[in-house]
């Protein structure tokens, strides 16, 4: 059988034999809880025991034993590597636009009062994604982890980080644990979002919305712009059809009025303005996965002394793209902007990891 990845061609049925001087990988899972005999209450038949290993294998084939690597980690492992240098470049790299980009993350982390939780929620996929999607989950999950040490280092202290997606699966799972981060379903994320956290959302779609940001008063919310009308119309107008075609009703009910009330208490709660857009020029290649993204602080009694953000003023002119972000929201295909070296990004070569050019 030949086997064929995003980066080259190789055929499975050749005989694999991990290099004497690698590391030993972990033993295979074995059955927690055999059912030793039929007259036994409960248990898991060896049977189906194999079947369930085999399967999961079969869909997440990275985990084998022939895609670790020398450190006897799986092949996933090579996403944690890729965003680690793209956050690394964010907090490293000394070009001049670069540098000025960084700048207006300090502005942000400046203005933010204290957090304690960051939450990310509909950060996405990379595993059987397109290669757009894959760059917009390294990327995104890049910046979040750089404002959340960013705002560490302000703080002093460490922040607790929490993760939602409903399309999270192992492979996204294992990258998000080697990041610190807690993984929870739908509605576990909404007890972490308080006036003490950060709570960042770029693909968030707007029929989410009326159950998760605007139930919440964040420290500091990065995502689609919110304000009455716009996008925030979508739910409300996806709402009462359903409303009209189940029920027969035509009459705004208690709970779509209660979205209106919590959409302009969220709206008028908070100054916003656009995030940096120069990222996706300097960084990235596949798409555009930072525009129309707003940075939303909750509004002072007095207006802040500060100087107003790098590149516009504190609340940025004009309406926002109410559309939602999603995969398809991405815009041209870029280059990477001018000298972006990708060469420090691990290589996703089966080859490479087998002759041991694919280091940890």
């Known amino acids: 059988m030949i086997r064929c990845e995003k980066v080259g061609c190789y055929n499975t049925n050749m005989d694999y034999k991990r290099p004497s001087h690698w590391a030993k990988l972990p033993p295979a899972p074995t059955n927690p809880f055999p059912r030793e005999t039929a ?8 049977e189906d025991w194999k079947n369930t290993l085999s399967d999961f294998l079969g869909k997440y084939p990275e985990f084998r034993e022939e895609d670790h690597d020398a450190a006897g980690r799986p092949g996933y492992h090579w996403q944690w590597r890729s965003v680690m240098a793209r956050k690394n470049e964010i907090l490293t790299h000394t070009q001049p636009d670069r540098q000025e980009f960084r700048a207006s993350l300090q502005y942000i982390v400046d203005k933010t009062d204290h957090v304690d939780t960051a939450v990310c929620l509909a950060l996405g996929k990379f595993e059987n994604a397109e290669l757009r999607e894959e760059e917009a989950f390294q990327h995104q999950l890049a910046m979040f982890l750089v404002l959340c040490e960013m705002l560490e280092i302000k703080q002093n202290t460490k922040i607790k980080t929490i993760f939602q997606d409903p399309r999270f699966e192992p492979p996204e799972e294992y990258v998000i644990t080697l990041a610190g981060g807690e993984i929870v379903k739908h509605p576990g994320a909404l007890e972490h979002m308080t006036e003490n956290s ?26 689609n712009k919110v304000e009455s009308g716009g996008g925030m119309g979508i739910p409300i107008a996806e709402r009462f059809v359903r409303q009209f075609y189940v029920t027969g009703k035509r009459e705004m009910g208690p709970d779509l009025q209660e979205i209106i009330d919590q959409t302009k208490k969220f709206a008028d709660s908070y100054d916003k303005y656009l995030f940096d857009t120069t990222y996706d020029s300097l960084h990235t290649k596949y798409g555009s996965h930072f525009q129309n993204m707003w940075v939303h602080h909750p509004k002072r009694e007095r207006p802040d002394s500060d100087d107003d953000p790098p590149g516009g003023a504190s609340v940025a002119p004009g309406p926002s793209n109410p559309k939602p972000k999603d995969d398809s929201d991405h815009g041209p295909k870029g280059d990477g902007g001018l000298g972006f070296d990708q060469s420090n990004l691990p290589h996703r070569n089966k080859t490479d990891a087998i002759q041991g050019r694919w280091q940890p």
Request: charged content about 5%.
């Open 39 to 46: 007259n036994s209450w409960a248990g898991i038949y060896l």
């Open 198 to 223: 950060f709570v960042f959302a770029p693909y968030l779609v707007w029929p989410a919305f009326p159950d998760t940001i605007i139930k919440t008063h964040p420290a500091l919310y990065i995502g």
